[in-house]
Nanobody, 126 residues
Framework: QVQLVESGGGLVQAGDSLRFSCVASGRTFGNYAMGWFRQAPGKEREFVAA????????RYADSVKGRLTISRDNAKNTVYLQMISLKPEDTAVYYC???????????????????WGQGTQVTVSS
Protein backbone atom coordinates (compact mmCIF):
# COMPACT_ATOMS: atom_id res chain seq x y z
CA GLN A 1 0.00 0.00 0.00
CA VAL A 2 1.11 3.52 -0.82
CA GLN A 3 -0.05 6.79 0.65
CA LEU A 4 0.43 9.95 -1.39
CA VAL A 5 0.35 13.55 -0.19
CA GLU A 6 0.43 16.47 -2.64
CA SER A 7 1.48 20.01 -1.90
CA GLY A 8 2.47 23.16 -3.74
CA GLY A 9 -0.87 24.47 -4.93
CA GLY A 10 -2.23 27.92 -4.31
CA LEU A 11 -3.69 31.07 -5.76
CA VAL A 12 -1.55 32.58 -8.51
CA GLN A 13 -1.85 34.92 -11.45
CA ALA A 14 -1.57 34.02 -15.10
CA GLY A 15 2.07 33.75 -16.10
CA ASP A 16 3.23 32.60 -12.68
CA SER A 17 5.02 29.35 -11.93
CA LEU A 18 4.39 26.59 -9.41
CA ARG A 19 6.16 23.46 -8.30
CA PHE A 20 4.03 20.64 -6.97
CA SER A 21 5.37 17.89 -4.76
CA CYS A 22 3.96 14.46 -4.03
CA VAL A 23 5.48 12.56 -1.14
CA ALA A 24 4.86 8.82 -0.94
CA SER A 25 4.98 6.56 2.07
CA GLY A 26 6.52 3.12 2.04
CA ARG A 27 9.85 1.48 1.29
CA THR A 28 9.26 0.64 -2.37
CA PHE A 29 8.68 4.03 -3.99
CA GLY A 30 11.22 3.18 -6.67
CA ASN A 31 8.97 0.38 -7.90
CA TYR A 32 6.16 2.78 -8.79
CA ALA A 33 5.56 4.78 -11.89
CA MET A 34 3.89 8.08 -11.07
CA GLY A 35 1.37 10.31 -12.73
CA TRP A 36 -0.15 13.74 -12.31
CA PHE A 37 -3.79 14.39 -13.13
CA ARG A 38 -6.04 17.37 -12.67
CA GLN A 39 -9.74 17.96 -12.34
CA ALA A 40 -11.34 21.32 -13.02
CA PRO A 41 -14.76 22.22 -11.59
CA GLY A 42 -17.49 20.38 -13.46
CA LYS A 43 -15.03 18.46 -15.64
CA GLU A 44 -13.60 14.96 -15.81
CA ARG A 45 -10.24 14.17 -14.31
CA GLU A 46 -7.62 14.50 -17.03
CA PHE A 47 -4.04 13.41 -17.53
CA VAL A 48 -1.22 15.90 -17.10
CA ALA A 49 2.09 14.03 -16.91
CA ALA A 50 3.63 10.64 -16.12
CA UNK A 51 7.07 9.34 -15.24
CA UNK A 52 8.61 5.88 -15.12
CA UNK A 53 10.24 4.28 -12.09
CA UNK A 54 13.69 5.70 -12.74
CA UNK A 55 12.56 8.84 -14.52
CA UNK A 56 13.94 7.68 -17.87
CA UNK A 57 10.53 7.95 -19.54
CA UNK A 58 8.16 10.90 -19.30
CA ARG A 59 4.91 11.75 -21.01
CA TYR A 60 2.89 14.95 -21.12
CA ALA A 61 -0.58 15.99 -22.15
CA ASP A 62 -0.65 18.05 -25.33
CA SER A 63 -2.45 20.83 -23.50
CA VAL A 64 0.50 21.44 -21.18
CA LYS A 65 3.46 20.20 -23.21
CA GLY A 66 6.29 22.69 -23.12
CA ARG A 67 5.06 24.36 -19.95
CA LEU A 68 5.85 21.71 -17.39
CA THR A 69 8.40 19.16 -16.29
CA ILE A 70 7.80 16.03 -14.25
CA SER A 71 10.68 14.63 -12.24
CA ARG A 72 11.33 12.40 -9.26
CA ASP A 73 13.76 11.82 -6.44
CA ASN A 74 13.47 8.24 -5.28
CA ALA A 75 15.74 8.86 -2.31
CA LYS A 76 13.16 11.35 -1.04
CA ASN A 77 10.10 9.33 -2.09
CA THR A 78 8.96 12.37 -4.02
CA VAL A 79 7.70 13.20 -7.49
CA TYR A 80 7.59 16.80 -8.70
CA LEU A 81 5.67 18.77 -11.27
CA GLN A 82 7.12 22.11 -12.30
CA MET A 83 4.69 24.33 -14.19
CA ILE A 84 5.45 27.66 -15.81
CA SER A 85 3.34 30.24 -17.63
CA LEU A 86 0.23 29.21 -15.78
CA LYS A 87 -3.08 29.97 -17.45
CA PRO A 88 -6.61 30.30 -16.07
CA GLU A 89 -7.37 27.00 -17.83
CA ASP A 90 -4.89 25.34 -15.46
CA THR A 91 -7.21 25.99 -12.53
CA ALA A 92 -7.99 22.60 -11.03
CA VAL A 93 -7.28 20.20 -8.23
CA TYR A 94 -4.04 18.41 -9.05
CA TYR A 95 -3.71 14.77 -8.05
CA CYS A 96 -0.71 12.51 -7.71
CA UNK A 97 -1.14 8.84 -8.64
CA UNK A 98 0.97 5.68 -8.50
CA UNK A 99 1.10 2.28 -10.17
CA UNK A 100 3.57 -0.59 -10.33
CA UNK A 101 5.62 -0.04 -13.45
CA UNK A 102 5.14 2.39 -16.29
CA UNK A 103 2.13 1.88 -18.55
CA UNK A 104 3.55 2.57 -21.99
CA UNK A 105 0.14 2.61 -23.67
CA UNK A 106 -2.28 3.56 -20.90
CA UNK A 107 -0.32 6.06 -18.82
CA UNK A 108 -2.95 8.75 -19.46
CA UNK A 109 -5.87 6.72 -18.13
CA UNK A 110 -7.03 7.17 -14.56
CA UNK A 111 -7.87 3.48 -14.20
CA UNK A 112 -4.23 2.57 -14.84
CA UNK A 113 -3.30 3.87 -11.40
CA UNK A 114 -3.88 2.14 -8.10
CA UNK A 115 -3.13 4.84 -5.54
CA TRP A 116 -4.18 8.48 -5.37
CA GLY A 117 -3.47 11.46 -3.19
CA GLN A 118 -6.06 13.89 -1.90
CA GLY A 119 -5.09 16.62 -4.33
CA THR A 120 -3.84 20.18 -4.11
CA GLN A 121 -5.87 23.14 -5.34
CA VAL A 122 -4.50 25.48 -7.99
CA THR A 123 -6.36 28.65 -8.89
CA VAL A 124 -5.00 30.84 -11.67
CA SER A 125 -6.49 34.30 -12.07
CA SER A 126 -6.32 36.27 -15.30
Amino acid sequence: QVQLVESGGGLVQAGDSLRFSCVASGRTFGNYAMGWFRQAPGKEREFVAAISRTGSTTRYADSVKGRLTISRDNAKNTVYLQMISLKPEDTAVYYCAARLGFAYTTYAQTDSYDYWGQGTQVTVSS
